[in-house]
């Protein structure tokens, strides 16, 4: 299922990473471009996000989570928390993520996201080069900190899997790691640095790519909201309806609206299970020294990334209905959890808080392709907590399906219809 000839014009649903990278690598091959998002930039999870890009980053679904995930049903302060509810979206979600959390699934996924990665991280450093973007990007790897020192074992066996992939790692003693971060605590058992990963500033770096596309020559605009589709009478899709009424026509609509693409597809009459599990970050200044890379807090999942003179703290997985007010205890979990690895956080001063929405299918896999039900859409999304790491290769692979092309990577397990 592709279009029939290559699009001239394109609306893009969402300005997140996904529908921006879609967008800039549209605009090369000259298609005219209108990106539609009903938020001003820097509000999404392509902004908020721990801004780690973490190539050959296992998914979410690994054997194990899904019993872990039941386990913590009933605690509001773990790691994992789904509410529960009578809702049969999100029993068949769970149902079908259970029945995805196991190794052979997972060594599927891998040699997948392990071929992205590296892709990723070059187009990157083209957008960055090309575009002269200023957003704190570092080649750095990223640090799995380990507090127990009988954890370390199991976090340097993870690190030991991606080695197949091509991915090297260094473990590092509670020692050297405080020698290179003076941020770390005494009583942390040591480390394992994934090095071929890299970090930056999530919303400048979003900035930059939303100026640039625009310099390029795309339309953007914000406080527009997509409320239908446009059908011709064969039913292939020839633009959106936006709220007030005004319709904007095109060859083509990438449906890239993160978490709410679930809910844009149903007006289309395309089935896009997504769950929306939200994470926080808190935004600190004024600490006594910052790390030298990202840090992912092996035993709590949180997330430290220095972003310019500040430190953010991201993470916790909350699943449950969009849009309830925020869980203050959840928000709070993250200077608590990280207060056991790092010096110095009680003095820090909280300069910005905030919450958003992970993308995420039942397979732990993002969704790329076109739809039977909806002739003209491509979707692209549902990467979860790696949206921000393959935003950048998965519109390359956009581009490329809409023109008729091999994409760039394997996307088979990606397909649209399969969920
Ligand atoms: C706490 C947290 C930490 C994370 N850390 C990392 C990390 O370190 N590394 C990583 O790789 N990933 C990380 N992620 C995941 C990553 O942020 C997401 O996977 C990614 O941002 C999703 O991008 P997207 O473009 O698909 O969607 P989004 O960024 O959600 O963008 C979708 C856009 O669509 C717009 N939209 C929605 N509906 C409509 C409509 N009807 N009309 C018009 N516009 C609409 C929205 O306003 C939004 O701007 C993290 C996420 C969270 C929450």
């Known amino acids: 299922m592709s279009l029939p000839q290559p699009p001239r014009r394109v609306v893009i649903v969402g300005a997140g990473i996904v529908g921006l990278s879609t967008a800039w690598h549209l605009l090369k091959r000259g298609v005219r471009v209108t990106l539609l998002d009903r938020e001003p930039i820097g509000q999404s999870a392509s902004c908020g996000n721990a801004g780690l890009l973490s190539i050959g980053h296992y998914p979410l679904t690994r054997p194990g989570v899904s019993w872990r ?5 009933f605690d ?10 009578p809702d049969w979206s999100l029993l ?7 029945w995805h959390c196991n190794q052979r699934h997972l060594d599927r996924c891998m040699a997948v996201l392990c071929d992205m990665g590296f892709k990723t991280l070059s187009i990157y450093e083209e957008m960055i080069r090309e575009e002269s973007i200023d957003c704190d990007y570092a080649r750095d790897g990223w640090l799995d900190v380990v507090l127990n020192p009988e954890n370390m074992e199991a976090a340097e066996h993870e690190a030991k899997d991606l080695v197949r992939y091509g991915y090297s790692y260094r473990r590092l003693t509670g020692d050297e790691l405080r020698k290179r971060d003076p941020i770390i605590r005494d009583e942390v058992a040591g480390a394992i640095h994934y090095t071929d990963s890299a970090h930056a500033h999530p919303a400048d770096f979003l900035v930059g790519l939303a100026r640039a596309v625009a310099t390029r020559g795309a339309t953007l605009r914000d406080g527009a909201e997509v409320v239908g589709f446009e059908r011709s009478i064969s039913g292939s899709v020839g633009g959106v309806r936006l709220r007030g009424g005004e319709i904007v026509e095109a060859d083509a609509v990438v449906l890239a609206a993160g978490v709410w693409s679930d809910g844009l ?25 910052l790390p030298s890379t990202g840090l992912v807090l092996h035993e709590t999942f949180i997330a430290a990334t220095p972003m310019r003179n500040e430190l953010r703290l991201a993470g916790t997985l909350e699943i449950d209905r969009l849009d309830q007010p925020w869980r203050r205890e959840r928000l709070a979990m993250l200077p608590k959890g990280a207060e056991r690895y790092l010096k110095g956080l009680e003095q820090a001063k909280t300069t910005a808080e905030w919450a958003g929405y992970r993308p995420c299918t039942s397979d732990g896999m993002p969704i790329l392709g076109f739809t039977k039900a909806a002739p003209g859409v491509l979707i692209a999304g549902g990467h979860a907590m790696l949206g921000m790491t393959l935003g950048p290769v998965t519109g390359k692979a956009a581009a490329e399906l809409l023109f008729g092309e091999k994409p760039c990577f394997d996307t088979t397990m990606f397909a649209a219809d399969r969920l």
């Open 69 to 73: 995930g039941l386990k913590w049903m």
């Open 76 to 85: 509001a302060t773990s790691p994992l928390y789904i509410r529960p509810r």
């Open 92 to 98: 068949s979600w769970m149902w079908n993520f259970h």
């Open 265 to 289: 597809g149903k007006l289309l009459g395309v089935r896009i299970p997504l769950m929306g599990a939200r994470g926080y970050h808190i935004q600190l200044r004024d600490l006594p020294a």
